[in-house]
């Protein structure tokens, strides 16, 4: 894992102050890859590329990268990991190729070198790289499928400038930006900025499973050169086989996905709380227990009084399963005073658009990673947003409302499009049978899980207008997915949703922003391509069993393997977010942050905007208007040109 940075003349026009300009941008990235860093630069002066190394794979080789072939003509910046290497390797060494180090970017660079862009399509892994060609003097950067890796860019006077994150664009800049208004209405909603944008005005992120050309006058061309294909599941779910054998068929797939991510060469944990997702990394990253794994728990809060029920609570059950597989676990505490300068630091730099403070808890479990001397962690997201998450359950019930008594649907439809409607509805005890008026079955929209708030709370601060045209990022279906769109139900049209938007422009910006902070790499095996195209085919029955659970096939795998006391426990023993404790409350000064920033009177917020967050019972809308007051502060004064941090 990596930083990677560059500079491109798309007129021709050497860069001016070229190595000044790309160590400038690249250390800046130091704490991605603290343990080397490199530059290159063109003897023409075309093309500048930096990147930073945490040495992964072949943790000893001293190679410089950015790495050049033995020829000098491609030179490759490379952020990731590719899982295949070792096969991939081996079929190059059959074509003749003779590798100079054990590393996996070696591997991608010679494979890229033979079968330009046609490689990528046998790569298993996560990256975000940069390829120069200098007998063609053209640029290619790439991004993962799942959008593990992100790539910001902008262009100006002529050059393409980009970078693993968004201030060492800025910092290189000339110009002062400004913050993009929509893409602030967007990540207010969503907590990132829309798919292919940052929250600055004419700074962009690469999307998913997509390349950028970039050729000397010709500008540059952006398509997609890989997509997701749930299609090659249909016919095996189509056969109508039994739980036994989807449970049988997920299993040796996601044991084959965890076993790919185990680094080689380096130590590594793993998140164990107390829910299915983390359990079943643990069983297969283990070996069902056969070998001893280190394991984490980041609590939050205090110890929740005992349920009635008896239920384990999440640091129970945690304790529990890590007892059933013999780990080497670890608990620890995120809600200190030491996370008051991670949320500081968070809340100066939402450049990118990631207003959510979750960050905060990852980037704490990212600092204890290290305080062991690790640098690989391996985390659960995936399942709850391409199985099923209650929201989508409910979701999928009302589907079949629509379905199967359409009369009864139409009605709850129409109470749901007032205010008075929706508020009747919740007192009555029908709050699953609100309806959001932003809902639409052609076009597929719907809210997805990490949508902030309700349409009663959100249009507190938003037009009507606002809220309409923001509701059509996220919870949509990519055209370049139509061709199958016509055979998935409901809920594998939400996963599909999931997979190709909040996956790789919520979520995984998300780890990445809070685990490279600490030089921690993140590994994400139930987003191995094979796994994420499983769980989009996988048909209802095997998600919600009828309608009476969620992730019904990992509760079956975690009841088999681990015991009933997890597969089927309720939920409790979670807390309010970090940055809204006591302690940190106090240290932050969020009403005073809120009431001075000028930036209210700047952008068309609803009238008495301030007034309205800093009202006692809409406490939770003043985490995300801190951030953007203090993000606003450093893009106006350029706080930024002297930070490193």
Not at 58 to 68: G, S
Not at 141 to 154: M, N, P
Not at 303 to 310: G, H, V
Not at 428 to 457: Q, R
Request: overall charge neutral.
């Amino acid at each position: 894992m990596c930083g990677i940075t560059g500079i491109f003349s798309l007129s021709g026009r050497p860069i001016q102050n070229a190595e000044e300009r790309i160590r400038r941008m690249t250390m800046m990235l130091k704490h991605r890859g603290p343990d080397n860093q490199g530059f290159y630069v063109s003897n023409d002066r075309i093309v500048a590329l930096g990147n930073t190394r945490l040495a992964i794979v072949d943790p000893a080789c001293e190679l410089k990268q950015p790495l050049t072939t033995f020829d000098n003509k491609l030179v490759l910046s490379f952020n990731g990991e590719i899982y295949n290497y070792v096969d991939l390797r081996k079929q190059l060494e059959q074509r003749g190729i003779r590798f100079r180090s054990r590393m996996d970017t070696e591997v991608l660079l010679e494979g890229l070198r033979l079968e330009a862009e046609d490689f990528l399509k046998k790569l298993d892994g996560m990256w975000a790289f940069a390829l120069y060609d200098s007998d063609n003097r053209r640029l290619i950067l790439s991004r993962d499928i799942l959008g593990e890796r992100h790539i910001f860019y902008h262009v100006q006077n002529e050059e393409l400038v980009f970078a693993s994150e968004v201030k060492p664009l800025l910092v290189d800049a000339e110009s002062i930006f400004d913050i993009d208004f929509e893409s602030f209405i967007i990540s207010l909603q969503y907590f990132s900025a829309p798919p292919g944008r940052s929250m600055i005005k004419g700074i962009y992120r690469m999307l998913p499973g997509h390349n950028i050309k970039a050729e000397i006058g010709k500008g540059i061309d952006i398509y997609r050169y890989r997509r997701l294909h749930p299609e090659k599941w249909f016919d095996f779910f189509n056969s109508k086989p039994t739980i036994e054998k989807v449970m049988e068929t997920f299993e040796e797939t996601f044991h084959r996905a965890c076993r790919k991510r185990l680094p080689l060469d380096v130590d590594y944990m793993t998140t164990l709380s107390g829910g299915l997702d983390s359990t079943l990394i643990c069983l297969y990253a283990s070996d069902f227990g056969k070998n001893k794994i280190r394991t984490v728990y980041g609590q939050s809060a205090g110890k929740p009084a005992r349920n009635l029920d008896e239920v384990l609570d999440e640091l129970e059950a945690s304790n529990f399963t890590a007892k059933k597989l013999n780990t080497l676990h670890s608990h620890i505490f995120l809600n200190s005073d030491e996370v008051i300068p991670v949320l500081t630091r968070l809340s100066e730099n939402a450049f990118e658009g990631m207003f959510d403070s979750a960050v905060a808890s990852f980037e704490m479990l990212a600092w204890h990673t290290r305080e062991k001397n690790l640098k690989v962690i391996l985390i659960s997201d995936g399942p709850d947003d391409l199985l099923g998450y209650p929201k989508d359950l409910n979701g999928y019930k009302l589907d079949n409302m629509r379905a199967n008594d359409p009369v009864k649907f139409e009605i709850l439809r129409l109470i749901s499009m007032t205010k008075a409607g929706r508020y009747l509805l919740k007192r009555i005890g029908l709050i699953k049978s609100v309806i959001s008026p932003l809902t639409s079955y052609n076009p597929f929209i719907f809210s997805p899980l990490h949508k902030s708030w309700g349409l009663d709370t959100i249009d507190k601060i938003l037009t009507n207008e606002q809220i309409i045209n923001s509701s059509r990022y996220y919870g949509t279906v990519s055209p370049d997915y139509s061709d199958i769109i016509p055979y998935l139900d409901y809920a594998q049209m939400r996963a599909l949703s999931y997979a190709t938007l909040s996956l790789p422009d919520m979520f995984n910006l998300r780890s990445d922003k809070a685990f490279m902070r600490a030089s921690i790499e993140v590994r994400l095996p139930y987003q191995a391509p094979e796994m994420a195209e499983l769980m989009i085919a996988m048909p209802t029955e095997y998600r919600f069993n009828n309608g009476n659970t969620t992730k019904y096939v990992m509760r079956k795998l975690v009841d088999r393997n681990i015991g009933s006391e997890i597969a089927y426990r309720s939920k409790h023993g979670f807390s309010a977010p970090l940055w809204c404790s006591s302690n940190v409350y106090k240290a932050m000064k969020y009403d005073e942050i809120v009431k001075e920033c000028s930036a209210f009177n700047e952008y068309p917020f609803k009238e008495g905007i301030k007034n309205t967050i800093l009202k006692p019972q809409n406490q939770d809308m003043l985490w995300p208007f801190y951030v953007f007051a203090k993000t606003y502060d450093q893009l106006k004064n350029r706080k930024y040109i002297n930070d490193n941090a």
